[in-house]
């Protein structure tokens, strides 16, 4: 059957206007495409085509006062590898295994920090040595989805010496990578984990940068550079601080690693720390891209226990540096004066109830006064002092000088010191009926419910060396802070200083500590220990009249506090340039 001529007219009339439709559907699709989703095409093919491979930062260079280097930055080596997925990621790393020293746990472990992260390269080798990037870059075209690149990796150049306040880095764990406190960083990244570097994490930290490099359809890197412009990386400004290398150093080498205890020494009219040790020590640099697991296991099995800060985590009965304490309570109390005597002269203890308090030494000594008894570190005296201050009120001075508050150093994780906050403490501890009066004869003495950081006496001694205000310890200037923390009069403290200095002129329990051509003042201590040998005390200042340094030593087992006062002397006479007497054998409470 022919069509009409109409209908043919009709019918080509259709088809042209749908055939036009259709022209301008495509073209307005193509438009669409080239001309106003152009960017969004782009961009998403960049993403199929391009890899941002971050560019660590370099943390802020530490300085001691005098512009030493604490921490810094050295060259180094970072390796990390492109991978769509868990089982080629594994894969891969199996492979590489038979060339570098990959055991299964480090696999596995880079199959976490991927499924953290997809779109950032995973870190295989956050510190990779020279050898290992020299044997990876022979096999090169074996692993094209490898990425090697120069990274700053972070360094102490006295090591051991400074851990105890520079800490170190490693880094970021799932944990903490899903913490508010954290939402900044990312996978890979390294952190601050101690001391130092993680009291200044904000500070310290650089901001990352990034390059591209170009990969095909399989992940394979194609091109390292030029894909795009990089991004660099920027530095953190370095972080001066109060610290005293050259004395730290002497401390650290005069502890070694024979003796266990700590030491502090703080500048008393600012609260700058000058030096603060803890030993034995560990070596910071062993923890940079992560602690090898035997150094690690050494470590936590050493009985010293060498991961433990000593000097501000741990808490010791402080024995008779805290007499000074007391005295400062009595004094200020207007119960005593400098040359007053207790009713019973020491013989070699105090009859308290039915016990017998002993004082260190049995042949007594005699009717002594408050200097006297300071000097000679008469227990028997200080147990009727005690008595006199009375319990509630020998409280209440030992919570107003801070006994139970942290130091309020710029160091995390200081220990509390313990210190009775009331009578009540003992009713809640051990029964309203359970406890008798003694425990204020143990007080007196610095021993019983009374344990404190060797920091934390260090900043007592402090406000004895001023003018009643405790210096605030700071390893970094902040903004200096005293509180004060005794109302003592200045010819009251002027007492308690000059029978300090009598502890240690040779009429005293640390005769053998003397420095030559300077007045050390301080108070030994033997703190008792029950289960092993007592441990030593000393804390003190110099000099006397003008101090410029306060120390406090604690040797864990030192038996004898004049031990812990020689070391307080030599750390006294190292940073005031002065020779410390030929110690002498001498035997006292310490």
């Not at 093919?45 to 560019?55: A, G």
């Not at 020293?101 to 596995?108: K, M, N, Q, R, V």
Request: neutral net charge; hydrophobic residues 35%; proline residues 6%.
């Amino acid at each position: 059957m022919s069509l009409h001529p109409n209908d043919i007219q009709r019918r080509g009339r259709f088809a042209a206007w749908l055939t036009a439709l259709s022209l301008l559907a495509l073209a307005s699709g193509f438009f669409r495409a080239q001309v106003l989703d152009s960017e969004r095409y782009q961009l998403s093919s960049e993403k199929n085509r391009l890899r941002e491979v971050p560019i660590p930062a370099a943390r802020g260079n530490i300085y001691d006062r005098h512009g030493a280097i604490i921490a810094e930055n050295v060259p180094g080596y970072t390796v990390t590898i492109l991978s769509t997925s868990a089982d080629t990621l594994r894969s891969t790393l199996s492979r590489l295994s038979s060339i570098i020293d990959l055991t299964p746990a480090d696999i596995e472990s880079a199959v976490r920090r991927l499924r953290r992260d997809p779109n950032r390269p995973t870190v295989v080798l956050a510190d990779a040595s020279f050898d290992q990037v020299s044997v990876l870059e022979e096999h090169r075209t074996e692993f094209p989805s490898l990425i090697i690149q120069a990274a700053p990796k972070r360094r102490y150049p006295d090591g051991p010496a400074s851990s105890a306040f520079v800490g170190y880095t490693s880094e970021i764990n799932e944990t903490e990578l899903n913490s508010a406190d954290y939402v900044e960083y990312k996978s890979g990244q390294q952190i601050g984990r101690a001391g130092l570097e993680r009291q200044y994490e904000s500070q310290l930290r650089g901001l990352e940068g990034s390059r591209f490099v170009e990969v095909d359809a399989r992940g394979r890197v194609v091109r390292e550079s030029g894909a795009r412009p990089d991004r660099p990386a920027t530095a953190a400004p370095p972080l001066q601080t109060n610290i005293d290398m050259d004395l730290q150093r002497f401390i650290a080498s005069y502890l070694g690693d024979s003796l266990v205890g700590g030491v502090v020494a703080i500048e008393p009219s600012t609260g700058a720390v000058l030096a603060i040790h803890s030993a034995p020590t560990y070596d910071p640099n062993r923890f940079i891209g992560g602690i090898p697991t035997e150094y690690y296991k050494q470590l936590t099995t050493d009985d010293r226990r060498p991961l433990y800060n000593k000097a501000m985590q741990g808490r010791y009965p402080p024995a008779s540096t805290f007499k000074l304490a007391t005295a400062a309570v009595a004094l200020e109390a207007g119960l005593v004066t400098m040359d007053t005597r207790m009713p019973t002269p020491c013989s070699g203890g105090y009859q308290y109830g039915g016990r017998y308090f002993r004082c260190w030494d049995r042949n007594g000594h005699g009717a002594v006064t408050l200097a006297q008894a300071i000097a000679k570190s008469c227990d028997t005296y200080f147990y009727q002092l005690g008595l006199r201050i009375t319990l509630s009120r020998f409280l209440a001075g030992g919570v107003k000088l801070k006994f139970g508050e942290k130091s309020g150093i710029d160091l995390p994780n200081e220990t509390t010191p313990q210190w009775p906050y009331a009578v009540e403490y003992f009713d809640k501890a051990y029964g309203p009926k359970n406890w008798t009066n003694a425990v204020t004869l143990n007080l007196s003495i610095g021993q019983g419910e009374n344990t404190q950081t060797i920091l934390n006496m260090a900043r007592f001694y402090t406000a004895l060396a001023t003018d009643g205000s405790a210096a605030r310890p700071e390893v970094v200037a902040r903004n200096p802070e005293r509180t004060r923390i005794m109302e003592l009069t200045p010819a009251q403290l002027t007492g308690l200083r000059d029978a300090m200095g009598d502890v240690v002129s040779g009429r005293g329990t640390a005769g053998s500590a003397a420095i030559e051509g300077v007045v050390l003042a301080g108070k030994t201590g033997t703190a008792q220990n029950e289960t092993a040998r007592d441990h030593a005390w000393f804390v003190g200042f110099a000099p006397k009249d003008d101090p410029k340094i306060v120390v406090a030593v604690m040797l864990w087992q030192g038996e004898h506090g004049y031990a812990a006062a020689r070391i307080a002397s030599k750390v006294v006479a190292h940073y005031l340039k002065r020779p410390a007497i030929q110690p002498v054998d001498i035997e006292g409470d310490g």
